[in-house]
Every structure is written in structure tokens, then in C-alpha cells.
């Protein structure tokens, strides 16, 4: 919806014009504020003038088509005017008028163009509150194209010059576009800027800089006192107010509820290194942390007993369990005695409680990832290899979901089980025994004399392969030996063997595997001082350790991320996000094996 816009104008009435008066119109100033007169009356009359007389009646029209909320006759009685032709501030009210009628019709890059019209880089001729209605304009124009960083600045030049009672919304405004900036985009900005842009940049890329709501807040109290006269001082944004209040409701007791006896025990014993290493270094660097007390799930036999023993100590929050079971029967609770984040995920099916998030290491993030990725590198047909365990077909529907959903194309899916049965199904999936006898019949004509190649299926681009070690080991020497080597094969990380000890991985060169930042970058500001204590987190049991980490720093964001579901952690497990459910998910790195090992290969643009 458009928002009418009357220019100040005085001057004589139309109906004199109409009536034929000696002293025709030759400025902005000689049109009268308003009539009740036609558009075509007006339009008549400047068939009756010509030259300067008749383009300013014509734009009188444009004016009164605005002021009627008619955008569709603003720009046709636009187009009988030249602008070229017209004194300086009429080319301001023809640009003007051009940009709002463009905007209400829909066509922002339109209006934009019009307010980069020459005639509007020269506004100190115009009235204040008509300047800083033009800046409004083009801030509005710029976010409708997508360009919320210039949109932003546009508001902060004008912010001092707006009346009281309009600054307030115009700080949600500037907060508002910056938020839907990209933070690379933010950082190179926040590198130039000075003054009361730098403070706002910079208060912008607090929240996505900083992993834990108590770094946050550190910062902003930082910030506060480098830029002491910022507007966002005295009248902070929503976000700002928020993240403020967020920090002052956090919990001052926590559980962490794992299976430390059993099966589980290891796993739990990772876990609890991991959180508790996050929880430290914050303690580091002299942030105030919860207590946490340690519950092993294994002693209890109804989860809702362990709730009454939590709350009688004092706790308010809950991380924990891991063991699925116990999740889902958290998941078939009406409602929880404590916010939780569990470990693990119950059935998607399941409707959770309110106050219950997920958090795990499940296939099906990789699985979605591998998606993305193809998806990124071009591919829109692709064919499924999965296992047939639980986790294979787990991996093998969240894929498809997510590559459908993209508009993606699906043109087979086998199910793969023993290793030597692999080449069979390879071969029934490319087609290539097709292939074949359509070249024995080219030969039965020509003669044995031609040779012609076997070629796979041409409509399959790539393939998404949920499979284990042994079975990944067939994958790559099959499609070489049915004509398809240069396939590209996406795989979760299941399908390489991670080693402290750095083994090769034989026959899988040039897969391209899903792998946690943790373990393929080793760039974690913890990852250092975790594997100097717990060699094994440079192995396969870091994906745990990361887990635990990330936990620490999910559960500190967690309010956050269910109130603003655009943020984003860069955490040890991927870049995680929180959707409605309140189930994590993880988007992956990437890498790919080179003489047997696995190395990075580019990440997507990061937000």
C-alpha cells in the first residue's frame, strides 16, 4: 500500500485557469494546494497552452492523480512531459512523483532510477522537511531492491533532522535493514565507516560475532561506552532491549543430564568434556556462567522423577538426555517441568512440548547440507545411494525432502546392502547395460569394425551416496568401471574412516564428504586447548566433544534464536539455526578426499 503525499503548493485556483484568466501558470508556486477539479479538465487545459504553461499544468495533473491515490495516471500523464525541458525544481517534483508512483505500483528498481535522476543530487534548493522526505523515499526504494545497507545509511543521515516523534521508528528502521545485511558485507563497511555509522555497524555485528548471550552483552556494554552519544544510546533498538532482557532472565542453574554408566557412558563422557571446556573458557574471560550439576540418566526410570529431584535443587534449566528413547518420551509430554535441551532428536512426527529443543548429530542434517551443496554447484538431477540401516534411510528421505523442495529432480534410488552387490545396482542406476545394447545394434549394422563406448544415463548429474566405509570403498572404482568416473558423488560422514593417526582412506579419492567444521578445519577457538587435554577429540569421538561445545553455546543463545530465527551460530558442529519446532539444524562444511585424505574444499557464501 501506497501512502498519499501532498507537496506544499499556493498560488491561483484552477477554476481561474479553466475560466480563461490573462495570468497563465509559470511556476510551482502559481498551482493551487488542492482541486476538486477532473484530471481531464486540467489535462485540457494545457492542450490549451503549450510549451512551459502547458508541461507545468500537466504536472499539476500528476500531482492531483497522486494526491487521489491514482498511481497508474501519475505515470501516464508522466510520460506527455519531457523532463528534460522542464526548470530545475519541477525536474525534483516530475522525479519525485515518478519515484512514488513507481514504488506504489510495485516497481522499486523503477523508482530507484528515478530518484537517481540528476535533479535530486541538487536538494539545498528545497525546504528541509522536502529533503529529508526524498532521503525517506530513497531509503524506501533501496530496501525494496534489496539493498539494505544503503537504505540504512540513507536514515542515518537524515536521523537528526526528523521531528521527535518520528526518530523512534526510524532507529527500528536503520536496525532493521542493517539486520538484513549479510555480516562480510557488514564487516567491509564497518572497516571504511566512521563516526555514528561505525557505532551502528558495529553494534549491528555484535550479535553475529559473538557466540554466547554473555559475550554479547560484554560487547555491548563496550560499545556503549565508545559511543556514548549514539542515538542507539539513549533510545537502543528492540533487538538491543531485548538482548538486554534475555540476559538478565538466563538461568542460574543448570543440569546436565547424561548417560554416565553403560553403552552411552563414553559418548556422555565427551559430551560433558565439551560443555564443560565452553563453560570454563567463558569463566575465562570473566564472564559470569550457571552452576551446573551433573545427573546420570541412567538412575532414573521415569524421567519425570529426575524433574522433581532437578527442581527441589535449585535447577532451572536442563541439557540432556542423549539416549533417544528418553527423548522421545520427552517429546510425548503434554508439557515439561523445566525448559530442556535434549541431545538427540525424538521422531519428527512428534509435536514436543513447549520449552523442549533438540539438539544431535543426525544424518539428516548432512543429508540437507548435501543438498544445498549440489544444489550450489549447479546440479537439478540427481540419483540416491543409501544403506539400508536406519541412519541410510533416515539420510536418504531428508535429502530428497530438501532437493525436491529446491525444485530439484530425482531420477533413481537404490537401496544398498552387501558390497558385492553395489556394481549391479551402479550399473542398473546409470543404465549403462542399455547403453550397451543399443551399441550392439549399431555394430550388427556397421560392422565390428566400430567401436562405440558405453555411456551412462545423460540426465544424471550427480549422486548423493548415505553409505558406511566398506560400501563407499565400491562406489567410486564402479562408476569408472561403468563410464561414469567423473560423476561427482556427495557423502555424508559415515562414508570415510576418521583417524587421530591420519590412515588413508583407499578407493574413495574425489568424493566429496560432509564433515563438521571441528574436524575439517581444526579452527575452533577451543579446538586447541579440548584436544591438548582429550587427545581423542582430534578423532572421530571430536564430533562429540564439538557437540558438547556447541551445546554450551546453543543453550546461552537459545531464547535468541526462537525469537529472532534469522540468527546463526558458527559453531563446532556447522552453522546452526533453530526452526519452529525447536529442533537445531546444522548446516556442514564440506570436503573432499585427496590421496585418501580428507581436505577442505570451499564453504558456501556465509551469512
Excluded at 521422531?347 to 549440489?374: H, V, Y
Excluded at 537439478?380 to 541412519?391: G, H, K, P, V
Aim: proline share 7%; hydrophobic share 40%.
Amino acid at each position: 500500500m501506497f501512502r498519499m503525499f501532498r507537496l506544499p503548493l499556493a498560488g491561483l485556483i484552477l477554476a481561474s485557469l479553466i475560466a480563461g484568466c490573462s495570468a497563465p501558470p509559470r511556476q510551482l508556486a502559481d498551482l493551487p494546494a488542492s482541486t476538486d477539479a477532473p484530471l481531464s479538465d486540467i489535462l485540457r487545459q494545457a492542450e490549451r497552452r503549450s510549451g512551459a504553461e502547458a508541461n507545468l499544468l500537466r504536472l499539476h495533473a500528476a500531482q492531483t492523480a497522486w494526491n487521489r491515490q491514482q498511481p497508474e495516471e501519475v505515470r501516464r500523464i508522466l510520460a506527455l512531459i519531457p523532463q528534460s525541458e522542464l526548470p530545475l525544481d519541477q525536474q525534483q517534483r516530475f522525479s519525485e512523483l515518478q519515484a512514488r508512483s513507481e514504488m506504489a505500483l510495485g516497481q522499486p528498481a523503477a523508482a530507484l532510477r528515478a530518484l537517481r535522476h540528476p535533479s535530486l543530487q541538487q536538494l539545498e534548493g528545497l525546504a528541509p522537511a522536502s529533503q529529508v522526505e526524498i532521503h525517506l523515499l530513497r531509503a524506501e526504494a533501496l530496501a525494496a531492491t534489496g539493498e539494505h545497507l544503503k537504505a540504512a545509511q540513507e536514515r542515518m543521515f537524515i536521523h537528526d533532522l526528523l521531528p521527535n516523534a518520528d526518530q523512534q521508528q526510524n532507529l527500528s528502521a536503520i536496525w532493521q535493514q542493517l539486520n538484513q545485511v549479510p555480516s562480510g558485507k557488514l564487516r567491509e563497511a564497518a572497516a571504511l565507516a566512521s563516526g555514528e555509522t561505525a557505532g551502528w555497524l558495529s553494534l549491528a555485528l555484535i550479535q553475529r560475532e559473538h557466540g554466547s548471550l554473555d559475550l554479547q552483552v560484554h560487547a555491548l556494554q563496550q560499545w556503549q561506552k565508545q559511543y556514548p552519544d549514539h542515538p542507539a544510546v539513549q533510545s537502543p533498538p528492540e533487538g538491543v532491549t531485548r538482548l538486554l532482557e534475555l540476559h538478565a532472565q538466563r538461568p542460574r542453574h543448570l543440569a546436565l543430564l547424561l548417560p554416565f554408566d553403560g553403552n552411552l557412558a563414553s559418548a556422555a563422557d565427551a559430551l560433558r568434556d565439551g560443555f564443560l571446556a565452553a563453560q570454563y573458557n567463558a569463566l575465562g574471560q570473566g564472564l559470569e556462567q550457571p552452576q551446573v550439576s551433573l545427573y546420570d540418566s541412567g538412575n532414573y526410570a521415569d524421567l519425570m522423577q529426575f524433574y522433581r529431584q532437578a527442581e527441589a535443587d535449585g535447577v532451572q534449566w536442563v541439557i540432556g538426555p542423549l539416549d533417544r528413547q528418553q527423548v522421545a518420551r520427552l517429546a510425548s509430554q503434554p508439557q515439561l517441568p523445566l525448559p530442556t535441551l535434549a541431545l538427540n532428536y525424538a521422531d519428527g512426527a512428534t509435536t514436543p512440548p513447549p520449552g523442549l529443543f533438540q539438539f544431535g548429530l543426525s544424518p539428516e542434517d548432512e543429508a540437507r547440507s548435501a543438498a544445498l551443496r549440489a544444489w550450489h554447484d549447479g546440479h537439478r538431477q540427481m540419483a540416491i545411494l543409501a544403506s539400508q540401516e536406519d541412519w541410510g534411510q533416515r539420510a536418504a528421505r531428508a535429502f530428497a525432502e530438501q532437493w525436491q523442495a529446491m525444485g530439484g529432480h530425482l531420477v533413481g534410488h537404490e537401496t544398498i546392502d552387501q558390497p558385492s552387490a553395489i556394481a549391479n545396482q551402479i550399473a542398473d542406476l546409470l543404465r549403462v547395460q542399455e547403453s550397451e545394447r543399443r551399441n550392439q545394434r549399431i555394430q550388427s549394422v556397421l560392422g565390428d569394425g566400430v567401436t562405440v563406448q558405453p555411456t551412462p544415463r545423460a540426465e544424471l548429474e550427480a549422486i548423493f551416496l548415505a553409505a558406511n566405509p566398506l560400501q563407499a570403498r565400491q562406489i567410486k572404482p564402479t562408476l569408472v568401471f561403468q563410464y561414469a568416473g567423473d560423476l561427482p558423488v556427495y557423502a555424508t560422514s559415515h562414508a570415510y574412516r576418521l583417524s587421530v593417526h591420519g590412515e588413508p582412506n583407499p578407493d574413495i579419492d574425489g568424493l566429496l564428504v560432509a564433515e563438521i567444521p571441528w574436524l575439517l578445519h581444526n579452527s575452533d577457538p577451543l579446538y586447541d586447548t579440548v584436544v591438548s587435554s582429550w587427545p581423542a577429540a582430534a578423532g572421530p569421538m571430536g564430533r562429540l566433544y564439538a557437540m558438547g561445545v556447541d551445546a554450551q553455546r546453543i543453550f546461552n543463545r537459545l531464547l535468541q534464536m526462537q525469537e529472532h530465527p534469522e540468527t546463526r551460530i558458527h559453531g563446532a558442529t556447522g552453522t546452526l539455526s533453530l526452526d519452529p519446532s525447536g529442533r537445531v539444524r546444522r548446516e556442514l562444511s564440506w570436503g573432499q578426499i585427496v590421496d585418501g585424505q580428507l581436505q577442505p574444499v570451499g564453504d558456501l557464501a556465509p551469512w
